[in-house]
């Protein structure tokens, strides 16, 4: 019997002959039981995709191509559901060979965005993508949205070539269009007032019954063109309806010889067929005509226009009162309407007519807004097949006749006059580039120079340079909605303008002592204080004084904008 330390002694028994440890024993011993038909029991074979991690997409599925018994449909269907078409899009593809060229091109103009793609939101009509695009529902194209009413007159000017101002029929074809006693196609921005007119007539001549009508304005307001519009309307009327339309006698009271040649005028042509002798006036026949229901029985209804009205007023005002009173017979059948600049012209040489509870009907012309300008001229342009003005000198003019007096005929002559400056400009120039041949807005500023000598004006553009160039800075300081500031505030818009333009600042002092200058000369007001750069500053004339005054020199042209 071995004794336990030979046991001890013997660390690796062996089975059979060979050397082994009790673990590799046990392995034997179970791969021999593998070879008992009987006792063997396949393992089911580990799966390599039970280890992965349970996320893993559709076509990795061991079910994929695995018919389902139950149903018998295949599951590899779920790829085509609605939630995995997105996802299983790019399946199925080969990858792509990008030193290949033409593969290479294809992506490219595939992730190709069009310019109009990255534009702003708040593009217009006609940088729209589907302006050519037909609506399927209306069948109607979206181009039409160009041609809307709102659209017109703002875009008429847009799509067009640029003049040529050295073609003899363009230029005339232009000034023709903007003389004044050119009529326009359409009269905007009066629709109100001829409404008025209009229904006036049509309620006198219905009725017929007479009466008056005063229209007031300031010049150049459209109160005169107007009235050619209105006597076409009372044409188209009388045509629709099938009524008489009333005689219609149109007179400018500056070209009467005398005053009392309107009542002639007036009896010419009611009675055509009748003349005026020697025994009784034109007033008294017609006085007698108007108060007879016999012999006012034979005569059509009369409107009377008498434009420039004002000169009818005498010293004693006889010839006004009696026109008027002409409407107050019993049988009278004219509808008289006077126009005339004066607003209260009707109270003050007319005090008869109120008491005898006669006093015309006004209808008053306001002036013209910079829109309304700018709107008149644009449609003016509309009918030219070029474009002649830039925006913005369209924009200056408007904006400084609307500041003035809204006269539309001053906005007429210095949109001629600044062509005019174009006409020199091109002759002494031989630059013949496309902006160049624009009417721009040092042309519209010279013009407009000529039609207004403003004091302060002439003042601003005799100032040296470096004043003006303080008075620049006080512009685009104020700009930002401040109504004061200090001088030290000042000291740096003006260093940073002069920086700009690489012209040598001066000291805080100098600044200080023009700005008393200006001060002196009413175009700035300085508070008090110890220290300068704390002295307050604000400007005693317009802005755009400024902004006109110094528009025609480029350098601040430039600052301004």
């Known amino acids: 019997m071995p004794s336990i330390a030979a046991a001890r002694a013997s660390p690796m028994p062996t089975v059979n002959g060979d050397v082994s440890s009790p673990h590799k024993r046990r392995l034997r011993s179970n791969s021999a039981s593998f070879d008992d038909p009987v006792c063997y029991t396949p393992l089911k074979s580990c799966s390599p995709l039970k280890s992965k991690s349970p996320r893993r997409s559709v076509d990795d599925s061991p079910n994929r191509n695995r018919p389902n018994v139950e149903s018998g449909v295949s599951l590899s269907k779920l790829k085509n559901s609605p939630?995995?078409?997105?996802?299983?899009s790019f399946l199925d593809k080969p990858i792509w060979n990008p030193t290949?060229?033409?593969?290479?091109?294809?992506?490219?103009?595939?992730?190709?965005?069009?310019?109009?793609?990255?534009k702003s939101p708040r593009r217009s009509v006609c940088d729209s993508p589907n302006r050519s695009r037909l609506n399927v529902e209306t069948g109607v194209s979206l181009l039409k949205l160009k041609n809307s009413p709102k659209k017109k007159l703002l875009d008429s000017i847009?799509?067009?070539?640029?003049?040529?101002?050295?073609?003899s029929e363009q230029l005339s074809a232009v000034k023709e269009a903007l003389h004044v006693s050119t009529a326009p196609a359409m009269i905007v921005c009066r629709e109100d007032e001829q409404k008025r007119i209009v229904e006036f007539c049509k309620q006198c001549v219905e009725q017929?019954?007479?009466?008056?009508?005063?229209?007031?304005g300031c010049p150049g307001t459209g109160k005169s063109l107007s009235m050619e519009n209105v006597k076409g309307c009372l044409a188209g009327w009388a045509k629709e309806t099938g009524g008489q339309l009333p005689d219609i006698l149109a007179i400018n009271c500056t070209s009467l010889s005398n005053t009392s040649?309107?009542?002639?005028?007036?009896?010419?042509?009611?009675?055509?067929?009748?003349?005026?002798?020697?025994?009784s006036t034109a007033l008294k026949q017609l006085q007698q005509l108007y108060s007879q229901k016999q012999q006012s029985a034979d005569t059509n209804m009369m409107l009377v226009i008498a434009d420039e009205l004002d000169y009818l007023i005498t010293k004693d005002r006889v010839v006004l009162h009696d026109l008027f009173m002409l409407t107050t017979l019993p049988f009278s059948k004219v509808i008289l309407i006077g126009i005339a600049n004066a607003i209260d012209l009707a109270d003050r040489f007319l005090p008869k007519l109120q008491s005898l509870n006669c006093k015309p009907a006004v209808v008053s012309f306001r002036a013209y807004s910079m829109d309304q300008?700018?709107?008149?001229?644009?449609?003016r342009l509309m009918a030219l097949p070029y474009t002649v003005f830039q925006p913005q000198a369209l924009e200056l003019c408007a904006r400084k006749v609307a500041a003035a007096s809204g006269d539309m005929r001053k906005a007429l002559g210095i949109c001629r006059g600044a062509i005019e400056m174009l006409e020199t400009e091109l002759r002494e120039s031989t630059c013949t580039s496309t902006m160049t041949s624009m009417v721009r807005v040092d042309h519209m500023a010279i013009a407009l120079s000529r039609a207004y000598k403003s004091p302060i004006v002439d003042t601003i553009q005799s100032l040296p340079q470096h004043q003006q160039i303080v008075l620049c800075s006080v512009v685009k300081l104020f700009r930002k909605g401040k109504k004061d500031t200090t001088i030290g505030e000042l000291n740096k818009f003006y260093i940073d303008i002069c920086k700009s333009?690489?012209?040598p600042p001066v000291g805080i002092m100098e600044l200080s002592c023009m700005c008393r200058v200006l001060g002196d000369q009413?175009?700035?007001?300085?508070?008090?204080?110890?220290?300068?750069?704390l002295r307050r500053v604000t400007l005693q004339v317009d802005e755009a004084d400024i902004s006109f005054a110094l528009q025609g020199i480029r350098f601040f042209r430039n600052c301004l904008q």
């Open 83 to 88: 939630k995995k078409k997105l996802l299983g």
């Open 100 to 118: 290949d060229s033409e593969q290479l091109s294809e992506v490219k103009e595939a992730l190709h965005v069009s310019p109009l793609k990255s």
């Open 158 to 167: 847009l799509d067009k070539p640029i003049w040529n101002p050295t073609d």
């Open 208 to 216: 017929e019954k007479a009466g008056s009508l005063y229209v007031c």
């Open 261 to 279: 040649e309107i009542f002639n005028k007036i009896l010419e042509k009611s009675k055509p067929n009748k003349k005026v002798n020697g025994r």
């Open 373 to 379: 300008i700018i709107m008149i001229l644009k449609q």
């Open 501 to 503: 333009t690489l012209i």
């Open 522 to 533: 009413g175009i700035l007001k300085l508070g008090q204080s110890r220290d300068d750069k």
